[in-house]
């Protein structure tokens, strides 16, 4: 009888985590076709080129990880929004344009990036495959999109930090440690928090 009802239990809790995952998916579509979405924004007013912004592009990651069960590319996108939530808050509060659609990249992404770390487990490394993507981004942004759109700050020092940042260069630089310094917090962190590595199936 005890091992009936330890099967049974067994069995519910694999349909419920078959279920959860099953609406992670549904959400990791619903964030990749916002970032699709938010695309077609930019087409029509002629900034594709924004599609880049590191914290859209962090929503579309964590999308695609839920779909396709990819812990990797959540922890990089969850990574990413982590630290770039904020800083999109600020450049807000600064009267930065706000576009709806950004909201959902950015706050949507940053959720769901959370719940399927959560779930899907914190891959070992994450930290460096975060900064090492977003190094790569950078350089990306720097050769395919106009200086005066800064996309990811590829080209100029953010308004406002002249006086404080001579330097494109040493900005980029203290950037890229504030960037790296968090996402090392964030691994070791998060795995004292109780977010174990991810589980094979």
């Known amino acids: 009888m005890f091992i009936c009802g330890f099967k049974e239990e067994h069995e519910l809790n694999r349909s419920s985590d078959g279920a959860r995952e099953k609406l992670l998916a549904y959400l990791?579509?619903?964030?990749?076709?916002?970032?699709?979405?938010?695309?077609?924004?930019?087409?029509?007013?002629?900034?594709?080129?924004?599609?880049?912004?590191?914290?859209?592009?962090?929503a579309l990651a964590v999308?695609?990880?839920?779909?396709?069960?990819?812990?990797?590319?959540?922890?990089?996108g969850a990574f990413w929004l982590t630290l770039g939530v904020p800083l999109w808050i600020y450049y807000?509060?600064?009267?930065?344009?706000?576009?709806?659609?950004?909201?959902?990249?950015?706050?949507?992404?940053?959720?769901?990036?959370?719940?399927?770390?959560?779930?899907?487990?914190?891959?070992?490394?994450?930290?460096?495959k975060a900064a090492l993507a977003l190094v790569l981004l950078y350089f990306f942004s720097?050769?395919?999109?106009?200086?005066?759109?800064?996309?990811?700050?590829?080209?100029?020092?953010?308004?406002?930090?002249?006086?404080?940042?001579?330097?494109?260069?040493v900005y980029v630089f203290a950037m890229l440690l504030l960037f790296l310094g968090v996402f090392i917090v964030l691994q070791f962190g998060l795995r004292r928090l109780g977010f174990g590595p991810p589980v094979k199936p």
Do not use: D
């Open 28 to 58: 990791g579509l619903a964030e990749i076709m916002c970032y699709a979405a938010l695309c077609a924004q930019y087409a029509l007013r002629r900034q594709l080129e924004n599609v880049l912004w590191v914290c859209h592009l962090g």
């Open 142 to 169: 720097r050769w395919v999109t106009p200086p005066k759109e800064n996309v990811n700050l590829a080209h100029a020092v953010h308004p406002g930090w002249e006086s404080t940042f001579t330097s494109h260069s």
């Open 92 to 128: 807000l509060a600064a009267g930065g344009e706000f576009l709806p659609l950004s909201f959902l990249t950015h706050a949507g992404g940053l959720a769901l990036g959370w719940v399927g770390l959560k779930k899907f487990g914190l891959s070992k490394g994450s930290w460096w």
């Open 63 to 76: 999308g695609l990880g839920c779909v396709l069960r990819w812990p990797t590319s959540i922890a990089i």
